[in-house]
């Protein structure tokens, strides 16, 4: 199965992404949009994409997902728009100044959210507003992935499991906690599970967060399941030991490189 890209944007990030994907297997740049039609003939030129609008790429059946790289005022109303039309969205970063709209407009169009807290205090300039961002998000969204690291910077000097469950409290539906190579706690109002992580040998964690939601993501979708399921912690472990199978694989090679479908287990999904 081969996945066609439309990128949103043909500038100096749109060429080193249009790069990225040509160099990937299975996916392919079907389509480029851009505001000039001068950076969007040239990078459709090399790439053997065509041009398109970003209202007809919206509607294409041949394009599942967009990967948006237009300047960041424009990443919520993209994004938004492409959620609306079934496409699966990259959205490149910074982002940090539209995820907050565009959480609140993918709500609005009840589109379920999960988010991954992922704090980065190295590159935050004032901790207090951050925080209330994350914590307006957080009333918007269905699920949170957060780890014992973020919850240490969010609440400091609490213990990791009740902060979590402050997290929880704010309105998600059920929060996912991660701690390494520890066991994760599923966290919902029906009460706490914890989910076991098997040992595996780790080359190098970078990626680990992100395919551990992405697998999350991607079980929940294989099987059905609805936001309403999310109320019940046994309806989540499932997910929960799929992200951590998806997370295992990339923790044992170098760099963010998470597994195809075809590397995990026959029986990963029903």
């Keep these: ?34 505001a000039f039609a001068e950076p969007a003939n040239e990078l459709a030129a090399v790439s053997g994409a065509e041009v398109r609008t970003i209202d007809a790429i919206m509607v294409a059946d041949d394009i599942d997902a967009v990967d948006i790289v237009a300047p960041n ?8 728009a492409a959620l609306e039309a079934g496409k699966h969205v990259l959205l490149e970063k910074p982002m940090a100044t539209t995820v907050e ?11 379920a959210v999960m988010i991954d807290v992922n704090c980065r205090p190295l590159v935050v300039p004032d901790r207090e507003p951050y925080v209330a961002r994350v914590e307006r998000v957080l009333r ?45 706690t599923v966290l919902t109002g029906d009460g706490d599970v914890d989910v076991p992580v098997p040992p595996v040998e780790v080359v190098d964690t970078i990626g680990a967060g992100d395919s551990f939601g992405g697998g999350f993501l991607a079980w929940w979708q294989a099987v ?7 109320a019940d912690p046994e309806a989540i472990v499932p997910a929960v030991r799929a992200a951590i199978q998806v997370a295992g694989v990339v923790v044992t090679r170098r760099g963010a490189d998470p597994p195809w479908r075809s590397e995990l ?4 999904a029903p």
């Design 140 to 184: 918007l969204t269905d699920v949170v992935k957060v780890s014992d690291e973020d919850l240490a910077y969010l609440r400091p000097g609490r213990d990791p499991l009740d902060a979590a469950r402050d997290l929880l409290a704010v309105g998600p539906r059920a929060v996912l906690l991660t701690a390494g190579g520890g066991s994760v």
């Design 101 to 111: 709209a565009l959480v609140a407009q993918a709500r609005a169009g009840d589109a």
């Design 1 to 34: 199965m081969t996945i066609g890209f439309a990128l949103l944007g043909a500038g100096r990030i749109g060429k080193v992404h249009a790069a990225a994907i040509a160099a990937t297997p299975r996916i392919h740049l079907t389509a480029v949009a851009d």
């Design 224 to 230: 059905g399941r609805q936001v309403d399921d999310l």
């Design 265 to 268: 287990p026959t029986d990963w």
């Design 73 to 80: 005022h424009l990443h919520a109303e993209m994004a938004v």
